[in-house]
């Protein structure tokens, strides 16, 4: 059952309470580097693209360097994050693109971003929010959970869970949402057993097979 509009306000004041400026846990410090980790951030963590990107970026932190460097000269820094040689090439092949369209810096439009290599609309979303300050969603694998577990948001896909999430966070908890909801899928509301009994927002969420304090 969806959560109660006056629900949702207090799921989100308790979590601005809680953290009141999240961000992503990649670390960067340009929209450049930024846009770069969240493509290496697929399918890996955000401490291990963390571990390479440190490495990388005081060699290599522009589109220009990075092309410099070659897609094999950029496997020997990502090697440990998985999927490298699929991610090295979009990588180099998105570095291409932004020096030849946009003169090296990285567009603020969703769909020149989408048209990046290795670019969907999720890490448009991340780069839109967090880089320039966006109010997007968006919905990675603990947001879905999350949305759908505490009634926030329920849908069957992620496109379904981010238009829901567009219609339901009230405008001012929207631009810090999907960071504040991405942390409590990370480290509370986890996968295989969530930590309900420390959880802020137990009392709000829809969930039926809460866990109990051991």
């Avoid at 980790?37 to 390479?52: C, E, F, I, M, P």
């Avoid at 290599?117 to 966006?134: D, I, M, Q, W």
């Avoid at 997007?136 to 069957?156: E, Q, S």
Wanted: proline share 6%; hydrophobic share 40%; net charge positive.
């Amino acid at each position: 059952m969806p959560m109660k509009r006056a629900d949702v306000v207090e799921l989100f004041t308790r979590l601005r309470e809680l953290n009141p400026q999240p961000t992503t846990e990649l670390a960067y410090t340009t929209p450049f580097e930024l846009l770069v980790a969240v493509v290496l951030s697929a399918q890996a963590t955000d401490v291990g693209v963390n571990k390479a990107t440190r490495k990388l970026y005081p060699v290599a932190n522009t589109p220009e360097a990075i092309l410099a460097l070659g897609e094999a000269g950029l496997k020997k820094y990502i090697s440990t994050i998985g999927l490298f040689n699929a991610k090295a090439k979009n990588v180099i092949a998105l570095c291409g693109l932004l020096v030849q369209q946009h003169g090296g810096e990285v567009p603020r439009t969703r769909e020149a971003l989408e048209a990046l290599p290795g670019v969907g609309r999720k890490t448009a979303n991340v780069v839109l929010n967090t880089a320039f300050g966006e109010p997007t969603i968006a919905v990675d694998t603990h947001i879905f959970r999350v949305a759908n577990r505490t009634g926030l948001a329920p849908g069957k896909n992620v496109r379904t869970v981010e238009d829901t999430l567009e219609k339901v966070v009230p405008a001012e908890f929207r631009r810090d949402a999907h960071h504040w909801l991405i942390l409590h899928g990370r480290y509370v509301c986890k996968a295989r057993k969530p930590d309900c009994p420390d959880c802020v927002i137990r009392d709000l969420c829809r969930y039926k097979d809460k866990t109990k304090a051991t």
